[in-house]
């Protein structure tokens, strides 16, 4: 289950998040939606895990990328960031989860919701249909604590101007930019009504971010006539270390 | 800034760990909680790795489903909280027809 | 065999203060926990010493507070690693609690609001080795810390002084509790690293 990857290429999305390539030997492929344990080993033996969801489509090239978002109180997250460089080795196990993914065959309408870091898995999702040609609608609601937070921008906004069947809206929690229709704001009940699917269509719905964000979120979703079985989630634990 | 009555993860985080001890993915196994008779998939159940181990309990009565511990030597599956795990192995059945 | 990664220290930092074998200090307060916090409001709390057939002493928190406490300084120790070095406390000796108990028990099972549990030799929780902690840093002690009221047991891994702290049941005969049922060693000093079964 171990692999030995190698950083092979390093991009900032956001002043404290880093997307890490990886070339994996022996690298089995992926689905979207997946994710990989870390493991880092001290000198004196001391190691430490965490998982990431992987970022990049599946693909043949055996190479993956990880986003991995800086924590102010994180042991693993500042070395991965900051620390790490092209040409370092890389522990990683899987790729492993089953269950929140989405697989190039599905046909169905799929609404996406993510909270702050919360994207990446549902960004694999989104360059999975693409590099597929897949057709199926998705829509996503992207909710982020101010513009320069958001990662894959650029990517989103030319996929969602190339393709009609793809849609994103930003939902901005602490501050928007100037004339921002919508005063900065949690996710509520109005704007899943507004920007998510509805229930009616019976779309599968991935929500991803923290655990209070997803319990949040899933709620609305079941609130507005989805039905949970068709409402996926993945949690991340909560941001920083707990003091 | 801290929500206490958010703590835990979900199973998809045990994915790993578990993959320690059994062959087939058990986030997508449908599971039956001893305690209430609530069945999930695995990957919703409240998961707890913060603690000396992986403790998974049930998204419906917090009761304890499923406990990992890894130790130097050794790994420890205390599975009394659950009826049952189903998986679904209908895949695997035509690759071998 | 894992790889070295080139950098990697960890949170660790160093210290010139002795530290049990495969420690590392820690300046934070790290919230390890089993389940979901539980919430109990203090005109329902109760703490209770039993015989696993009679409950012998009961106290409420109005009674509890009523009990003499100290304030104490420590350092504790967590299975997972970390140390923290002189943590100032307030809590009621368990030799208070205990000085009216005649019983010949030799062990006792701690229980936890929320159903966690964990056991030690009832010497270890008298001779001024243990206390029923309620402030912690002269604050009342936080929910995610065990509060209202945890045991605190410092010469044992943290994971013997019981968060959100029920009850104590006094036994003839020894039983393990949670964690010492799935690998973590029966009694757990962590001087000589009595981490887990194998230990």
């Given at each position: 289950m171990w692999h030995l990857g190698k950083v092979?290429?390093?991009?900032?999305?956001?002043?404290?998040?880093?997307?890490?390539?990886?070339?994996?030997?022996?690298w089995p492929g992926?689905?979207?939606?997946?994710?990989?344990?870390?493991?880092?080993?001290?000198?004196?033996?001391?190691?430490?895990?965490?998982?990431?969801?992987?970022?990049?489509?599946?693909?043949?090239?055996?190479?993956?990328?990880?986003?991995?978002?800086?924590?102010?109180?994180?042991?693993?997250?500042?070395?991965?960031t900051q620390e790490l460089t092209v040409g370092d080795p890389l522990e990683l196990r899987g790729p492993l989860g089953g269950w929140f993914v989405w697989r190039t065959n599905q046909t169905e309408a799929i609404q996406l919701i993510a909270g702050g870091s919360g994207i990446v898995p549902l960004m694999a999702m989104i360059r999975s249909r693409a590099l597929a040609g897949n057709t199926a609608p998705f829509r996503l609601l992207y909710s982020v604590r101010e513009p320069a937070a958001v990662f894959y921008r650029d990517e989103l906004q030319a996929l969602s101007r190339q393709d009609s069947a793809e849609s994103v809206t930003y939902a901005y929690t602490r501050a928007a930019p100037k004339n921002w229709p919508r005063p900065p704001g949690r996710i509520d009940a109005a704007l899943i009504e507004s920007a998510a699917w509805p229930s009616s269509l019976g779309p599968t719905c991935y929500v991803c971010g923290q655990t209070s964000f997803v319990e949040s979120a899933a709620g609305l979703l079941i609130a507005s006539g989805h039905s949970p079985d068709k409402i996926r989630t993945e949690r991340f634990g909560p941001t920083g270390d707990r003091k | 800034m801290s929500s206490h009555a958010y703590d835990y993860v979900d199973g998809n985080a045990a994915a790993g760990e578990l993959a320690k001890i059994f062959t087939m993915d058990v986030t997508v196994a449908a599971g039956q909680c001893a305690n209430c008779g609530a069945t999930r998939r695995f990957a919703e159940a409240h998961l707890y790795m913060q603690c000396p181990g992986v403790v998974?309990?049930?998204?419906?009565?917090?009761?304890?489903?499923?406990?990992?511990?890894?130790i130097p030597d050794r790994v420890l599956l205390d599975l009394s909280g659950m009826t049952y795990l189903s998986f679904d192995t209908s895949q695997f059945q035509e690759n071998n027809q | 065999m894992a790889i070295i990664s080139r950098g990697f220290s960890g949170r660790r930092s160093a210290t010139d203060e002795k530290l049990p074998p495969g420690q590392y200090v820690t300046t934070g307060f790290p919230v390890l926990s089993a389940g979901p916090t539980p919430h109990v409001p203090l005109d329902q709390w109760e703490f209770t010493i039993d015989d696993g057939a009679n409950v012998m002493l009961r106290w409420d928190w109005k009674s509890f507070q009523d009990l003499p406490a100290e304030k104490f300084t420590v350092?504790?120790?967590?299975?997972?690693?970390?140390?923290?070095?002189?943590?100032?406390?307030?809590?009621?000796?368990?030799?208070?609690?205990?000085?009216?108990?005649k019983t010949d028990a030799s062990h006792a099972l701690v229980r936890s609001y929320g159903g966690y549990t964990t056991n030690l030799p009832l010497n270890d929780l008298l001779n001024k080795q243990a206390w029923i902690a309620f402030k912690f840093e002269g604050e009342d002690l936080a929910a995610e810390h065990g509060g209202p009221a945890r045991l605190l047991v410092p010469h044992l891994y943290l994971w013997k002084s019981a968060k959100w702290v029920?009850?104590?049941?006094?036994?003839?005969?020894?039983?393990?509790?949670?964690?010492?049922?799935?690998?973590?060693h029966n009694y757990g000093d962590p001087w000589r690293e009595q981490r887990y079964w194998s230990d």
């Open positions: 092979i290429a390093l991009h900032d999305e956001t002043a404290t998040t880093r997307t890490i390539t990886l070339e994996v030997p022996g992926h689905i979207a939606g997946q994710h990989v344990d870390v493991r880092l080993t001290a000198a004196d033996g001391y190691s430490a895990a965490r998982s990431y969801s992987i970022a990049s489509a599946p693909n043949v090239d055996g190479r993956i990328e990880l986003t991995i978002e800086r924590l102010p109180d994180g042991e693993v997250s500042p070395y991965l | 998974a309990r049930c998204a419906d009565c917090e009761q304890v489903l499923l406990r990992l511990v890894s | 350092d504790i120790h967590c299975v997972t690693r970390w140390s923290k070095f002189g943590t100032t406390w307030e809590g009621v000796s368990l030799d208070t609690l205990f000085a009216d108990v029920h009850g104590i049941t006094l036994m003839k005969k020894d039983e393990p509790g949670f964690w010492e049922r799935l690998g973590y």
